[in-house]
């Protein structure tokens, strides 16, 4: 099994070993979509965790893993784009949002932002790195009252992001800031900071939100625990920075695929 799913990576790989972010993200033709439909194909195998570790171990493997993984990040930031245009140009912006094949996930990764972070109606949650179509803000507005804040560092992210939320008549309820993690912290209260997969660099970001935040502060991500999705994590969560420590994990259900890892500033009490 191992010398088959190297044997597909690496006629992957050589297939878009050329392509640029740039080619994903502006050529008319989608020429990284039959790749990513043949990821997803391998990514729904079962496999043991034995045979993920032997292909991460695999060097002569890595730069095929670090070339798939990184175009397959922008082929996701072209699909959020175009829908996110979808929506705005859209009569029915809320169908069209709807229609979207990632939104079932991220009805499912709300209640697992909400319920693990025991949040309540009107609360505000912070996401970083929340970029062109803020799913997961949406998605806790519309199903549990909370309020949010995305913050994205891209320019043109931000721009239709602030134009998707307005669409969908959100503006009373979602603030859209340029910038990064240093932004934090804001200077209106809030009750959870979510980190986004494409907020980078996380040893730096989870450093900073361990020096900046108030203690009790609730902090999530999200990680891949299982499977070959494993080999696309490309900047995973190495130990928390003192005082930072996990106090809970929700494993997905179908069709969700991530972790929701919760973590708090300061002791736990009570």
Not at 115 to 140: C, H, Q, W, Y
Not at 211 to 227: A, F, H
């Amino acid at each position: 099994m191992i010398a088959t799913i190297k044997q597909q990576m690496l006629a992957i790989f050589e297939d878009c070993r050329d392509l640029s972010a740039a080619q994903i993200l502006n050529l008319p033709e989608d020429r990284f979509g039959p790749h990513v439909e043949a990821l997803n194909r391998l990514a729904a195998r079962e496999v043991e965790d034995a045979v993920v570790d032997a292909l991460i171990a695999d060097a002569t493997l890595q730069p095929a893993i670090e070339k798939i993984a990184g175009l397959k990040q922008v082929h996701g930031l072209r699909l959020e784009r175009e829908r996110a245009g979808e929506v705005i140009r859209s009569t029915t912006p809320w169908d069209i949002l709807e229609g979207f094949v990632y939104y079932p996930n991220y009805l499912r990764l709300a209640e697992m932002e909400f319920t693990g972070a025991d949040l309540k109606p009107n609360e505000r949650v912070v996401f970083l790195g929340s970029g062109p179509l803020p799913l997961s803000l949406i998605s806790m507005v519309r199903q549990y009252g909370i309020r949010g804040v995305g913050i994205e560092r891209d320019p043109l992210n931000a721009h239709l992001s602030r134009q998707v939320i307005a669409a969908l008549k959100l503006g009373d309820k979602i603030d859209i800031i340029l910038g990064d993690h240093f932004v934090l912290p804001l200077s209106v209260p809030c009750n959870l900071v979510m980190v986004g997969a494409d907020a980078i660099p996380k040893s730096e970001i989870f450093a900073h939100l361990a020096q900046t935040l108030p203690d009790g502060m609730k902090i999530s991500y999200r990680v891949y625990e299982k499977g070959l999705r494993r080999l696309f994590d490309r900047d995973h969560v190495q130990a928390l920075p003192h005082p930072l420590r996990e106090y809970r994990r929700i494993r997905p259900q179908p069709p969700v695929n991530n972790t929701s890892v919760f973590v708090l500033k300061g002791a736990m009490h009570g």
